[in-house]
């Protein structure tokens, strides 16, 4: 999901850090953390207290901001990304289990 970009995140946003499910462990949510769940590392002027850090992620260092995800404002960023974590969801097997 990287993409080659000259923007800067958005102040006060923090939509990749909500929306997206991460599977590795981070610092405070060993397990990873579900879609739509806010990042136990986002802190609260809505920046991630571990960027640049060697704990953080591999999935959020590949996350770089583009027209296309941030949209033109937080709002468009969370369904964007929200849209984009239900579409490369893994699926569900009819007992709820994943396939």
């Known amino acids: 999901m990287s993409c080659q970009s000259d923007l800067s995140c958005r102040a006060g946003c923090g939509a990749c850090c909500i929306a ?28 991630c ?16 901001p583009s027209v296309e995800m ?6 468009s960023a969370l369904v964007w990304l929200t849209r984009l974590e239900a579409m490369t969801a893994p699926a569900s097997s009819p007992d709820g289990g994943r396939i």
């Open 70 to 75: 941030c949209g033109d404002s937080r709002d």
């Open 20 to 47: 997206p499910s991460i599977t590795s462990p981070l610092p405070g949510m060993p397990q990873g953390k579900a879609a739509g769940q806010p990042c136990a590392q986002l802190l609260p002027d809505m920046r």
């Open 49 to 64: 207290a571990v960027f640049g850090r060697p704990e953080r992620p591999d999935f959020c260092g590949g996350l770089r």
